[in-house]
Every structure is written in structure tokens, then in C-alpha cells.
Nanobody, 122 residues
Framework: VRLVESGGGLVQAGASRLLSCAAS????????MGWFRQAPGKERELVAG????????YYTDSVKGRFTISRDNTKNTVSLQMNNLKPEDTAVYLC????????????????WGQGTQVTVTS
């Protein structure tokens, strides 16, 4: 199983960025998918999650109204559209797939990508 993120980079505050994660090795259409981020000196946090069929989404408060998560089960991909980026969004963004339809507390295993760096300058 392999998850590969792409789309990170250096952007100015107020800009937009699209992160993508391509999953391979198995079909993840019955798995929840999500994006976490980790900034230096901070704990890893769940930024956005999406249920197996895309019907349910979750966003941490700090990104609500600015980020949008989506998935394409035909392509085994999950994306994160980030708009109006702020310096506090600077972090390594990691894609995660979890063997649950939606309940993030009820799973047995998950898979992680290596992460992609997003740096937002003011």
C-alpha cells in the first residue's frame, strides 16, 4: 500500500493550493480518508476527513470555510483545496486512509503518506 501526496510548496498569504493524494496497492472505496498536518513543535492534527462515500466531511475549526476535502473513488484519490491560506497553515500535510467508513474512533489500522510541505509567507 502506498500513499503519495503532491501539491505542496511555498505560497503567499491569501493564496490557494490544491493538495492531492494518490493511493495504490488496494482499493480504498470503503475507507475514510483524511488530511493531517504537523507543524514544528506541535502535535499532529486532523485537518479534514471524508467518509467512504463522500457524504460526510469534517474540518477542524481553523480551516472551516477555507479548505475543502474531496475524493474520487474511481481514481483512489483524495484532495484538499486550500483557499485564503494563512501563515499558521504552514505545516507538513499528510494523507491518511483509515479502515472505517466514517467513525474515526473505530478502526483497526491506517496508512500514511510521507507528507508534503506547505509554507505560507506573510
Amino acid at each position: 500500500v502506498r500513499l503519495v501526496e503532491s501539491g505542496g510548496g511555498l505560497v503567499q498569504a491569501g493564496a490557494s493550493r490544491l493538495l492531492s493524494c494518490a493511493a495504490s496497492g488496494r482499493v480504498f472505496s470503503s475507507y475514510a480518508m483524511g488530511w493531517f498536518r504537523q507543524a514544528p513543535g506541535k502535535e499532529r492534527e486532523l485537518v479534514a476527513g471524508i467518509s467512504w462515500n463522500g457524504a460526510y466531511t469534517y474540518y477542524t475549526d481553523s480551516v472551516k470555510g477555507r479548505f475543502t476535502i474531496s475524493r474520487d473513488n474511481t481514481k483512489n484519490t483524495v484532495s484538499l483545496q486550500m483557499n485564503n491560506l494563512k501563515p499558521e497553515d504552514t505545516a507538513v500535510y499528510l494523507c491518511e486512509v483509515r479502515d472505517t467508513l466514517w467513525d474515526y474512533s473505530d478502526y483497526r489500522y491506517d496508512y500514511w503518506g510521507q507528507g508534503t510541505q506547505v509554507t505560507v509567507t506573510s
